[in-house]
């Protein structure tokens, strides 16, 4: 069994009862209270943070390449051991008896995997999977309901969203000429909690990072039309290179960032990390970016 993990794509789904995982296997996907008992943990995982760190003791703990950790209506989060793991948000369903989606995500997974795909695009395929299966068979919605918060300024909303119990995510990036790229992550990271602030790189900052003639739109227009989006709970604008002030005082429970998931940490998780927060990276839809529609607006323009 231990030769056939090594060179074979196994799904193994962890049973409290059942036997330990052997090593190499290229995931085990037990559900969040799951990974918290088998990691030792006296209590529930109360946040995201938690998650990852159960993944991470049960990498060491097991040897697996991967740990997926199912989370029911928030998803899945796929850890290699890095401190940013991967999150699959899960679309909204209704739900009323979720029985039976853990063996509906297990076997979607595996059956992708054995069709060729890559773990994290196994994943996302589980993820939905597992959220039609469950759409199939309720009714109605049964979740945690946060109250909109009052005008106020960006900090004191997200305080707001803090003390009534819900999450804060945070994404930045400047934004300019948005498109469904963007919108794919901004709706992906509004998936992960209550209250989503975009922290968005100012003129100066984006002319620094992106060279002269950026940005394209002024931050203010930018800021609007982000705003505008029904995913965006509110937007702060920042002049430095990096979201980092900000972050110390959003002091939200996630940082959520679109790109390519190869296990390499974020740079702003190490921020995260001072308050019990955590960094993440979502997917996002390949071949849209800015720098992409201003190459093909300027070959219009030629031709």
Known sequence: LTGLASTTAMVWDPHPNGATPVADVATVT???????????????????????????????????????????ADGALLSFGDDSPLVLPAPSVPC??????????????????????????ATATAVTAASEFVRLGVTRVLGHHVEPVEDADVFQQAQRVRDRGGTVVATGGCFDLLHAG????????????????????????????KGSG??????????????????????VIFDEDTPTEVLQRLRPHIWAKGGDYDGRTLP?????????????????LKGRSTSAL??????????
Do not use: I
Not at 98 to 121: H, I, N, Y
């Open 30 to 72: 037990p559900n969040r209270a799951e990974a918290a008992r088998f990691a030792g943990a006296r209590t529930e995982p109360r946040s995201l943070h938690d998650v990852a760190s159960h993944a991470k003791a049960l990498l060491a703990k097991w040897r697996p390449k991967s740990v997926c950790v199912t989370m029911g």
């Open 96 to 121: 009323v008896d979720p029985c039976g989606a853990g063996d509906r995500f297990a076997g979607a997974l595996a059956a992708a995997l054995a069709s060729g795909a890559l773990l994290s695009e």
């Open 182 to 209: 963007h919108v794919e992550t901004l709706r992906a990271a509004r998936a992960l909690g209550d209250f989503l602030v975009v922290c968005l790189n100012s003129d100066s900052s984006v002319a620094r990072l």
């Open 214 to 235: 950026r940005p394209l739109v002024p931050q203010a227009d930018r800021a609007q039309v982000l705003e505008a989006l029904d995913c965006v709970d509110a937007v």
């Open 268 to 284: 702003e998780a190490a921020a995260l990390s001072a308050w019990g927060g955590q960094a993440v990276v979502l997917p996002y």
């Open 294 to 303: 201003v190459s093909a607006a300027a070959q219009g323009a030629r031709g």
